[in-house]
C-alpha cells in the first residue's frame, strides 16, 4: 500500500531483519525500516493448509494463470487479475508481491521462492521449469493436475481413515 510520503509496506518472509533488508535493496527499494511481525496461530496452521492458505486456493490460482496465459494476458495482468478474484486475503496479498517482485525484474520462480509457507518447493521448481523451457502454461496445467490429485488423495485417505476411528472410539467407550 502506498502511504502519502510515498511509502511502500508490506510482508516479507524471511530468517532475520538483515535478510529482508537484504532482499529489498535487490528489488531496488531502500527499507526505512523493518519490523518483525507476530505470526497469530491461525497464520500458522498445519502444513495441510500451507499457513493458512488450502490446497484448493493454490489449484485455483495455478488453473486461473494457466487459462490467462495461454489466452495471450501478460504475466503481471494476469497475476493482477488472480489477485483481484482470490477469495483468501493473504493468497491475494501474495500474489501482489509476487507481481512486484516480477515488476522489479525477478523471474515468477524467484518471487514465489521467496515465500517459502504459500508455495511449495515442487510447486516453485516446477514454475522454474516451466520458465526456462518457454512452456510455463503447460507446465502450469500439469502443476493444476498435480495438485488436484494430491488433494484427491488426501481426501480419499481421510475418508478411508474415518470408518476404522468411529470404530475404535465405539469399543473403548464400549469398554
Known amino acids: 500500500a502506498w502511504t502519502a510520503e510515498g ?3 508490506g510482508i516479507v518472509e524471511r530468517d532475520d531483519s538483515s535478510a529482508v533488508a537484504q532482499w ?8 526505512v525500516e ?3 511481525c507476530r505470526v497469530t496461530p491461525r497464520a500458522n496452521a498445519s502444513s495441510k493448509s500451507r499457513g ?3 490446497s484448493i486456493d493454490l489449484i485455483m490460482l495455478t488453473r486461473q494463470l494457466e487459462v490467462l496465459l495461454r489466452a495471450g494476458v501478460p504475466l503481471v495482468r494476469a497475476l493482477s487479475v488472480a489477485a483481484e ?3 483468501n486475503p493473504r493468497l491475494a496479498f501474495s500474489i501482489d508481491q509476487v507481481r512486484r517482485a516480477i515488476e522489479g525484474g525477478s523471474l515468477l520462480s524467484e518471487a514465489m521462492e521467496a515465500q517459502p509457507k504459500i508455495y511449495p518447493e515442487i510447486f516453485v521448481s516446477l514454475i522454474r521449469a516451466g520458465e526456462l523451457g518457454g512452456l510455463l502454461p503447460e507446465m502450469l496445467a500439469r502443476l ?3 495438485l488436484e490429485y494430491d488433494q484427491e488423495t488426501r481426501e480419499r485417505v481421510r475418508s478411508a ?3 476404522p476411528t468411529i470404530v475404535i472410539v465405539e469399543l473403548c467407550l464400549a469398554f
Open 7 to 9: 511509502l511502500k509496506r
Open 24 to 31: 529489498l535493496e535487490t528489488q531496488g527499494w531502500v527499507p
Open 34 to 36: 523493518v519490523q518483525k
Open 52 to 54: 493458512g492458505i488450502k
Open 85 to 87: 478474484q482470490c477469495q
Open 144 to 146: 493444476g493436475t498435480l
Open 161 to 163: 481413515t474415518m470408518y
